[in-house]
């Protein structure tokens, strides 16, 4: 009896790693900043100096082709709740966001870019923008690298699910 | 019995907490503005970060003097228009030992460092994973050469603070093994680079 108890237990567990190692094998885990710079409208208005307005435009195209009616760019009677601009720094970083309200692209990176790899990392920080945090799909548009993507994965769609519970 | 033992270990938690809270006073009780990248490396990869850095280097820094305010733009808030920069603090520096590169060794210099006090001083802002250096320790650091050659710290994982203190102690500890390991297997990126104006 206590024999079969054992091995019940045993298989269950056994069983129970396979379904996890499993769910993290086919997509990455969703994930959450704990922060975003979503307003109370459930909006993200932004605004921009940035002479990048074509992988911004198509990079809230993409999420907008989601989710629509979130990321809208900025009207005179809305106040911007992101505003977008670019820098010259010799560093790793390609681009940031900032939890005051500010996504940054650097020139140093972002000149010899391909339309594919500032596609990827626009749309990257604007999921930051939304709340989203990183994650590691090979696919995911939120995994890090000079990378080019241009479609959101199924884990980019559920972090962006679980984010908009938390507007 | 019980009691006697639950009475001896809340003393020095006491005491220890007290001691946290008088230190941590100030700067360290500002919210933190956080800043979240991309970046071009992975930086949770060493033979990356020193592939990807110009110089990498054992300091001990030996100043902070200045936070500068880079980048400026207006953005609307509440209370109308506001110009927000980013803060880098910068530190003077005695290096110690090169790892990558050959920075002077018998004279301090200023570095920056992404990250410090906000401009309206109401927010520390810093890179996920990040935090800023303090006067009397020693660090392994990652710098990039900046056009104007002046050297810049930047982002996760490009300062290691070291426990030992003196080169001798240093040169013998794990960190300083593992970045000569990362060193000897580096990841070199393609990309322009300048030098450094502190070069021996
Ligand atoms: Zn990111």
Redesign the pocket.
Known sequence: MVRLKRLMKTTGIIVIALLLSLSFTTSSQAALLGWDLVDNNKHLDWNSDSKYISSINDAMNLWESYKSGIIRPDTASEREDVFLTDYNQVSSTIAS?SSNGIIRFNDYHYTDMSNGERLKTTT??FG?ALGLA?TFGKRDI?R?GKVSITKLSSTDKRSYDDAYLTY | MRKILFVLLLIPTLILSACYSSNEASINDLPVTKL???FSIDVNDLTQIVGDADYVFVAEVTDEVETLYKHPVTIETENGPKEVSDPYTKYAIQVVDNIKGKLKNNKKFDILKAGGISQDKESIVLYENDELLQVGKYYILAAYAQPDGSLLVSGPNSSSALTEMGKSKIVSSKEYKEYKEAFKNEMKSERKRFKSSHEM
Do not use: I, K, P, R
Request: proline share 0%.
């Open positions: 966001t990257h920080e930051h990183h939120m890090q | 979240t990248g991309s």
